[in-house]
């Protein structure tokens, strides 16, 4: 099992850039696909991106496309969103998970999460 820790949230302006980290321990990162998602005030968790094992790398094509970008490095057990160009409705906790499985999709969930980070961007 995996235990993931965020970290890199707070208050930003509208146009700054933020770099959200996720630190893992217990079974070694590189054995998980892992992901970020986001939930802002009165909204379901959705999807940003994933990168797998294999470092392939999707991005939600609605929520901050074209705006953010997944990284990894296993021998750190460490993956970061750097997200770039903020708006007030990136407002959200954004959340590290991580997954075993090869599936073809994670949009709806992955196993393991933890327990965010929020994220301010003030207009």
């Known amino acids: 099992q995996v235990q993931l820790v965020e970290s890199g949230g707070g208050l930003v302006q509208a146009g700054g850039s933020l770099r959200l980290s996720c630190a893992t321990s217990g079974r070694a990162s590189g054995n998980y696909a892992m992901g970020w998602f986001r939930q802002a005030p009165g909204k379901e968790r959705e999807f940003v991106a994933v990168i797998r094992r294999s470092g392939g790398i999707t991005y939600s094509q609605d929520s901050m496309k074209g705006r953010v970008t997944i990284s990894r490095d296993n021998a750190k057990n460490t993956v970061w969103l750097q997200m770039n160009t903020l708006k007030p409705e990136d407002t959200a906790v954004y959340y590290c998970?991580?997954?075993?499985?090869?599936?073809?999709?994670?949009?709806?969930?992955?196993?393991?999460w933890g327990k965010g980070t929020l994220v301010t961007v003030s207009s």
């Open positions: 998970a991580a997954d075993p499985r090869p599936l073809s999709s994670f949009s709806n969930g992955m196993m393991f």
